[in-house]
């Protein structure tokens, strides 16, 4: 069970989706706690499943990828084995970065990142139009990115003092 949190908490967090490459001494400064108190909020706050994984967040572009795609998959009926073989492929499918089950008429939907169109159209027929059970693709291909986070809004995780 997980215990409350309260300010301190989430001011750590807030921190730490900011900038978690900051030492805890830095970072039990800005909260306002000693060291050693920080440090074991901070294992407190993995053991129970609110830090999931600290990690660097790359610049795409840099790395070569110039298109973020938004596909939306039908896809049909899956047996329990298709559909665990369904989401095999797509963990093991790097150029995948996000997929999510969705309501309407289609039934996934991915991010995937890519280098160019033409690139991109080699991918639908190589990888998306194979995975298990897909029947039809749409594609939006976005024009730009004018925001995007990895920093949720926590302070509602506070408990009421």
């Avoid at 830090?51 to 939306?72: M, N, P, R, S, T």
């Avoid at 899956?78 to 996000?98: C, D, K, M």
């Avoid at 809004?153 to 009421?160: E, F, Q, S, T």
């Amino acid at each position: 069970m997980s215990a409350a949190l309260d300010a301190i908490d989430v001011r750590i967090l807030e921190q730490l989706q900011r900038d978690c490459s900051i030492s805890t001494s830095e970072l039990a400064e800005r909260v306002g706690l000693s060291q050693s108190p920080c440090w074991r909020r901070i294992q407190r706050l993995k053991d129970e499943g609110y830090i999931k994984a600290q990690v660097a967040i790359l610049d795409a572009e840099k790395a070569g990828f110039q298109l973020h795609v938004f596909a939306q998959l039908k896809i049909k009926h899956l047996s329990e084995e298709e559909r665990e073989r369904f989401l095999a492929a797509i963990e093991a499918t790097p150029e995948i970065v996000e997929c999510y089950s969705i309501l309407g008429e289609r039934d996934a939907m991915i991010k995937v990142i890519a280098p160019d169109i033409r690139w991109y159209q080699d991918f639908i027929f190589r990888k998306i139009l194979k995975l298990p059970g897909v029947e039809d693709i749409n594609s939006t291909v976005a024009l730009s990115e004018m925001k995007r986070s990895t920093f949720l809004p926590v302070r509602h995780l506070a408990k009421a003092s």
